[in-house]
């Protein structure tokens, strides 16, 4: 199930342009989302967690470090 959040988390921030904002200005997230330069994956899962959360996604830790 919550890899179905997942998906949906990531589909939902290509199309709401505010929760693609709150992603793209997270520090830990920008290379993430932009495919671009050395990231720190723990840390941008622990943020990839959160901002799905306040989003109203449950995702875990672990899911988010696969989706990288």
């Known amino acids: 199930m919550s890899e179905e959040q997942l998906k949906a988390f990531w589909e939902a921030a290509e199309n709401d342009a505010s929760l693609r904002e709150k992603i793209k200005s997270s520090t830990q997230l920008k290379a993430v989302w932009l495919h671009d330069g050395d990231v720190d994956t ?8 959160e901002i799905a959360k306040e989003a109203g996604f449950t995702i875990t830790v672990e899911e988010a470090l696969e989706s990288f």
């Open 42 to 49: 723990q840390k941008e899962a622990d943020a990839v967690v």
